[in-house]
């Protein structure tokens, strides 16, 4: 069975400040995706990146940053100097390699206070 | 851009009427998906299309139907809608092979 779990349900922080998401998955597949989803109040989901489990480089793309360590089997999501434009629901989700289906986190709520 | 577009953002209906929720996608993706969003719960999955004519149950298909007729064209149906059916609809899409989902902006079913 395929687990994702994140935590933390509401963060809010002060714009400026650095937020990180916390996401920690479950899986007996040996390959697998994990995904990083933001949900702004119109409602859309929008695709923020993809971690292969092949590939335990961090990434950075501008102000976000993701930390994938495989031995906690978490997958991290740091957002440095937050905007109020950040403010969102965040949602980890897991695609065991071969399977159609995603799981999804519970989401987390993130408001950026000016 | 990939674009997928749902047929409505806020709906209101009736228990017992017969829901149709439809959602579009223009760039040719094998596979789409209904996922229904509730507070604490996350995403879960009713129900997904390999292609036309193909579908399979997700995780809660109780209460609904797919149709998939055309490949652009992915119908979520409520037969009988009922009041625990009030939730956020989501579609999404993607290309067979290729892992990321796009999502349409939802549609906000309320029944009364």
């Known amino acids: 069975a395929q687990k994702v779990t994140q935590a933390q349900t509401e963060i809010s922080v002060v714009e400026k400040e650095d937020v990180t998401l916390d996401c920690v998955y479950e899986t007996r597949d040996t390959t697998y995706y994990l995904f990083w989803y933001k949900q702004p109040p119109s409602g859309e989901l929008v695709f923020l990146i993809r971690?292969?489990?092949?590939?335990?480089q961090n990434e950075i793309s501008g102000r976000y940053s993701w930390n994938f360590q495989k031995s906690t089997s978490s997958f991290n999501f740091t957002i440095t100097a937050s905007q109020v434009v950040d403010s969102a629901v965040y949602f980890c989700a897991l695609n065991p390699g071969g399977y159609q289906k995603v799981t999804f986190g519970t989401g987390t709520k993130l408001q950026v206070i000016p | 851009d990939v674009k997928v577009t749902q047929s409505s953002r806020y709906l209101v209906k009736r228990t017992g009427e017969k829901v149709f929720l439809e959602c579009v996608q223009d760039?040719?993706?094998?596979?789409m998906f209904w996922y229904r969003q509730d507070p604490g719960l996350g995403l879960r999955l009713i129900y997904f299309s390999y292609d036309v004519k193909m579908k399979e149950k997700g995780d809660i298909p109780e209460g609904y139907s797919v149709s998939r007729e055309k490949k652009e064209r992915f119908s979520l149906i409520l037969e009988s809608a009922s009041t625990n059916q009030t939730s956020m609809y989501l579609c999404?899409?993607?290309?067979?092979?290729?892992?990321?989902?796009?999502f349409g902006p939802g549609t906000r079913l309320t029944v009364l």
């Open positions: 760039m040719d993706h094998e596979n």
């Open positions: 971690r292969n489990s092949f590939d335990e």
């Open positions: 999404a899409s993607r290309l067979a092979g290729v892992v990321e989902q796009f």
